[in-house]
């Protein structure tokens, strides 16, 4: 088994066992020569076997899923690993249809200084993917990104607890926020300064070797 199904198949049962599960999940991760390894529809991610994991050619992605995740790499070199997954707290936000403000320092860092829902087209998800690792799906969860697929499966974890306390904030009070600028500032020095070795060497430790 070569390393970007080790690696799909490693993070879809982190996924798994952190709860961060819903119904129709599906991760993927840029593999080389324009292609990618993606996971197949309705599968387990509790038992995900190498045989769930599909290697597509980024320009004959054939399903809507599929080419959802090939425009999202060909949009953003940048992007080297993404999940489409529907997480507890996540799904009632994405179903409200609203945006969820900088809530949390961790998530200016990671998913950027905001995270909005988008209408459930690829095109308007791509875009409301422009400088962020992040964005909500109307009524179908939401969609991580990032350099590796560690950065991608955190993603969800910051997701998930922003909105979380997102919700909770709302029921009894208003949230507080963090301002635009400083949260745009804060996932700067993130992405520039304190991840980038940290990055790297997650990114060669997932890709290995391709068979």
């Not at 020569?33 to 004959?60: H, S």
């Not at 969860?141 to 904030?169: N, P, Q, W």
Request: proline share 3%.
């Amino acid at each position: 088994m070569d390393r970007f199904v080790q690696t799909v198949i490693e993070y879809a049962k982190n996924i798994s066992n952190e709860n961060l599960c819903g119904q129709n999940d599906c991760i993927s991760f840029r593999g080389k020569r324009g292609y990618m390894y993606i996971t197949r529809p309705n599968v387990n991610f509790a038992d995900l076997t190498e045989n769930d994991v599909e290697k597509i050619d980024l320009v004959n992605a054939n399903s809507n899923e599929y080419k959802l995740h090939a425009q999202i790499y060909t949009e953003r070199e940048d992007i080297n690993a993404i999940c489409h997954v529907h997480p507890k707290w996540v799904a009632p936000v994405a179903k409200a249809g609203v945006t969820i403000p900088t809530v949390l320092d961790d998530m200016a860092q990671i998913v950027g200084p905001k995270c909005k829902t988008a209408q459930n087209t690829i095109e308007d998800i791509v875009k409301n993917l422009k400088g962020v690792n992040s964005c909500l799906i109307k009524d179908d969860g939401c969609i991580t990104s990032g350099r590796t697929m560690s950065e991608a499966f955190t993603c969800i974890m910051v997701l998930d607890k922003a909105s979380h306390c997102f919700v909770s904030s709302a029921v009894i009070g208003k949230n507080i926020t963090i301002p635009f600028i400083e949260a745009k500032l804060m996932q700067i020095i993130y992405k520039k300064k304190y991840s980038k070795v940290n990055q790297e060497n997650l990114a060669a430790q997932e890709e290995g070797e391709e068979e």
